[in-house]
């Protein structure tokens, strides 16, 4: 499975690279402390399917430690052969204060 820093993600954010950014947590954990992108809990993941594949080739999923994104991606992998996945090495708990 393909991962990306924090720092490639940020690196990626300020050249406009054409990418979709997911989050897998639930909620309240994006109400409390997210980085942005669309908030998709991992129970959700396979029915709301078709909000992965807009045409978009590169997806970033991400969650609190990396585990949950990675479980995403092994479902949507089985969807979608032509999308990229990339999950956020370690999650975001290292940025939340």
Known sequence: MKQISVQKLEE??????????IDVREEWEHKSFNIGGVLIPLGEIISRK???NQGIKTVVVYCKRGIRSQI?????NSLFKEIEFYNLENGIIHLIS
Do not use: G, M
Request: glycine share 0%; proline share 0%; net charge neutral.
């Open 12 to 21: 990626w954010k300020s050249i406009d690279k054409d990418f979709l950014l």
């Open 50 to 52: 078709n909000e992965v």
């Open 72 to 76: 995403a991606i092994q479902r949507l």
